[in-house]
């Protein structure tokens, strides 16, 4: 193991059933070495490890006992309270309200679910995301009690094996995006117009850094160990999508790519690598605006293209938003949600030689170096990849036009658009149903009450 993940192999090793497993340690970072360093590190540091790892006793794991789900830890003052919880490393850092039994409670009114109903287990600490751990969690990010539904969305989608939980600390650093579909957007209160992504707004906000809190209480992704982020993110707000806009213009809304109808209520999760906007995007027709939108999907996107081709192929999936505005003129042009995908993937392209910088000159992401014509020639990439031998011939960035997500949200009278680049399989968009309570208009007007 690299010297720089040890403290993330011994961690992950003990969430898996494996504590105390031996690691050989490799000096330094093998991308960067000369080959003839590499090698001598390898033999007068690594070999000795792995001998000695393999003729010495393993030590006998430590058990770390945990509280148990409702067990009071601790009774102090607000101030107190947060001290121990950061000297735990239960907070991030940031002042969290004290989830006492009482406020634990109060969530789970919003629920018809058993407290100690499980989605899962999350790796790596390989915890149950439980209904009661959610509500915990909830509490301390500064939810309010009827934003607890969609919290319990949200932990099911991170326990979904096609989200990909499990990669949530890789190098990259890539953070969740949070988007809520559906009358509950307005029914909460989530902000969908000026400032969408920006915080200041309640419901976007303590939903947003639900998501970190949980992956470091329940999953167990903590700084300098399992979370190996090398810059890394902070927690993004949640973001909703404007549902009047879209039924204003007859386009369905981002939660109908997962086969939810419009009006469901649903939460979608997925990992994006990093955003840049689209400004002042001019036209009165659509013709006139994708070039630039392709544009900045291009650009946005870099090494991300090896979720396109290569180790984890056709799970790229790029985020492009909307401002209502924008969204309009080109619906009122007679083009739906799926016309633009197609326009946006004939000119969302790069030069095929650039492909395959990304994939494996300037990274050692696809060994080999391949071409994209020896992708096609493995069936590993549409023949649209390599029609030719020109290394300047354009290709696209995604492997189907429906590849490329869209949604529709902002300051309603802004020609602004915005573009992510997707984490591909290592969060993978993933959308469930928000599950509301019976009784559910009583009880959210009683909580908004208070």
């Known amino acids: 193991m690299c010297e720089g993940f040890l403290g993330q192999a011994a961690t992950t090793a003990g969430g898996l ?5 031996a690691v050989a340690r490799v000096p330094g970072h093998v991308d960067t070495q000369p080959s003839a360093d590499l090698e001598r590190n390898v033999i007068e540091v690594t070999l000795p490890l792995v001998v000695d790892n ?20 601790f009774s102090g003052s607000f101030e107190e309270v947060n001290r121990l919880y950061y000297e735990n490393r239960w907070s991030d850092g940031l002042p969290i309200i004290p989830p006492t039994l009482e406020a634990v409670q109060e969530f789970l009114a919003f629920t018809d679910l058993d407290p100690q109903h499980s989605f899962g287990a999350l790796l790596p600490d390989n915890r149950a995301a439980t209904v009661w751990s959610v509500a915990v969690n909830g509490v301390m990010a500064g939810c309010r009690p009827e934003y607890f539904p969609v919290l319990l969305a949200i932990a099911e989608a991170l326990a979904d094996p096609v989200y990909g939980v499990e990669h949530s600390g890789n190098t990259p650093g890539a953070e969740t995006l949070i988007t809520v579909n559906g009358p509950i957007a307005r029914q909460l209160g989530f902000n969908f117009e000026q400032g969408a992504l920006r915080d200041g707004f309640q419901a976007n906000t303590t939903v947003g850094r639900f998501l970190r809190l949980y992956l470091r209480n329940v999953a167990g992704f903590l700084p300098w160990e399992t979370d190996k982020g090398t810059y890394g993110n902070t927690w993004r707000v949640a973001m909703a999508e404007n549902e009047a806009a ?29 955003g840049g906007v689209v400004t002042s995007v001019f036209g009165q027709h659509p013709e006139q605006m994708v070039d630039y939108l392709a544009d900045g999907l291009a650009k946005i996107g870099g090494w991300e293209y090896v979720f396109t081709l290569g180790v984890a192929g056709a799970t790229y999936r790029p985020l492009l938003l909307l401002t209502p505005v924008l969204a309009e003129t080109i619906a009122a042009a007679g083009w739906s949600r799926d016309d633009l995908k197609r326009a946006l993937y004939e000119r969302a392209r790069i030069p095929a030689a650039q492909f395959e910088r990304y994939l494996g000159e300037w990274t050692n992401l696809v060994p080999g170096r391949r071409t994209l014509t020896d992708f096609v020639n493995m069936r590993k990439a549409p023949r649209s990849y390599g029609e030719s031998s020109d290394p300047q011939r354009l290709v696209p960035i995604v492997i189907e036009p429906e590849h490329i997500q869209i949604a529709v949200t902002g300051d309603p009278l802004r020609t602004n658009a915005y573009v992510f680049a997707h984490n591909g ?12 309570p019976g009784d559910w208009e009583t009880k959210l007007a009683a909580s908004q009450q208070r």
């Open 246 to 274: 879209l039924a204003k213009m007859g386009w369905e809304p981002q939660s109908a790519d997962f086969g939810f109808a419009p009006g469901d209520n649903v939460v979608t999760i997925s990992r994006y690598t990093g």
């Open 425 to 436: 399989m290592l969060g993978f968009p993933t959308a469930k149903a928000v599950r509301l």
């Open 17 to 21: 059933g494996m504590p105390n497993l």
């Open 54 to 73: 393999l003729m010495a006793a393993v030590a006998d794991a430590v058990e770390v006992a945990e509280p148990g789900p409702t067990d009071v830890v």
